[in-house]
DNA sequence: CACAGTTTATGAATATTCTTATTGTCGAAG
DNA sequence: CTTCGACAATAAGAATATTCATAAACTGTG
């Protein structure tokens, strides 16, 4: 799985390559547009993380570039946070998915992820965890081949933390990327220990899940 | 609420002003670019929507002008379908939403509505039909002052409905606005019927409800 | 170690959402 | 006017989500 990521800010993207690398995805930067153009049109990319903030032209002229050319390619457009806090819907603007900076890099890989899979449709490999495999096309999970009964949002759940095995997720990064809308939930309540908690004993009756970790003070870990 | 629509499509924009007015908005039409900086100059408006595919001038030094002076303005931007840069380039600048062109005009009162409720935090008046008020701040409808308990995608659905009035909305568009992932929603079921039933049940308690009609093959609609 | 304070886990009750099957209603065609 | 087919309303219930109260586990401190 190849990742364009055009970004100037040569500490931010050495950041975000690392943490996709540790993803299992091969990472290339670019810094600048010119170099950006060049890489596209040379190699084949599953997707580019674009940030718009270029030093050397707009960025949205390699976003153009690539929507004429390379169909396949899956683009997220990053950008600083305006005046307004207010967040536009992605699927709008031409890009796939959008972030605003400063974002969580769990939450780039998640969304990465999301958009190379509808991307390619249903040709992306499954999840593997300890012998779980998620299926993604339609919210099923199975253990050595028995499928298990998961809900919609114990599947999320598990879905996120494997998309983002070995860190620690918390409470609020699953609230926003599962429930969106923060301002809506109460927040003095456990109901995301209460689905973790389900999830768990779900899984636990096929084999220990001692690598299902809670982090005190901090969230949940999947760890392989 | 006052309006201002920036279209040089004078048809589109009269269309647009009706459909507003009816709604209880208050609305001025701008041609040009000119007009549009000029009458922002000396008037006070809630919300702007600016189409960017404006003849004597860009559409983005309206918005650029508005962000300078008025921050309490907010700014829908319009485009044409498939200019990418257009949409990206406004994302840039700030706008608050974006539609783009074909849009139903139900969608558009709507995402109006959220935008300046947002954008005046809570000081927005609760909307009014037929003796139920519906305080958008909590979630919580009530008919003279006797509270009445509506589960969240009741109240979904009736806001929808009551911010459109006098139209009729489809399922289809429920299902967009509300459940918004078309896609995951399993569609040969009558849910949405099934949640209609369910708010009417709790309204017609109170008084009679035959301005909340049914219109066969099409959708739902409340009249005022 | 014992304690208090805080965080997480658990079990159970409640509320909500969604599905399904059935019945009722409307409108067009004959 | 009747019949048929499509659509909507209804009822019941299954599945899921959330809340709540309480128990257990952990952390730091004396």
Redesign the pocket.
């Known amino acids: 799985m190849n990742i364009l990521i055009v970004e100037d800010n040569k500490e931010l993207a050495i950041e975000v390559r690392d943490f996709l690398s540790d993803g299992g995805y091969v990472c290339k930067i670019a810094n600048t547009c010119n170099e950006a153009l060049d890489e596209i049109g040379g190699n084949d990319y599953d997707a580019m993380l674009l940030d718009l903030g270029l030093p050397d032209g707009d960025g949205f002229d390699v976003l153009k570039a690539v929507r004429k050319t390379k169909s396949k390619i899956a683009v997220i457009v990053i950008t600083a946070r305006g005046g307004l806090d207010d967040r536009i819907d992605g699927l709008h603007l031409g890009a796939d998915d959008y972030l605003t900076k400063p974002f969580a890099l769990t939450e780039l890989s998640a969304r990465l992820f999301a958009v190379i899979r509808r991307m390619h449709g249903y040709t992306l490999n499954d999840l593997v965890v300890h012998g779980f495999s998620l299926q993604l096309q339609d919210y099923k999970v199975s253990y050595e081949g028995m499928p298990i ?1 998961l ?4 599947f999320d759940i598990f879905q996120y933390l494997v998309l983002n095995k070995n860190r620690v997720i918390t409470r609020l990064q699953l609230t926003e990327h599962i ?1 969106g809308d923060i301002l809506e939930i ?1 927040s003095d ?3 995301i ?6 999830l ?2 779900k899984l636990d009756k096929h084999t220990t899940i001692d690598w299902f970790e ?6 949940y870990r999947i760890n392989t």
Chains 1, 2 share one sequence.
Not at 151 to 154: A, G, R, V, W, Y
Not at 214 to 219: A, H
């Open positions: 009964n809900t919609k949002k114990e429930w109460n309540s456990n109901f220990d209460v689905h973790v908690r389900n768990r004993k809670t982090v005190r003070n901090v969230g």
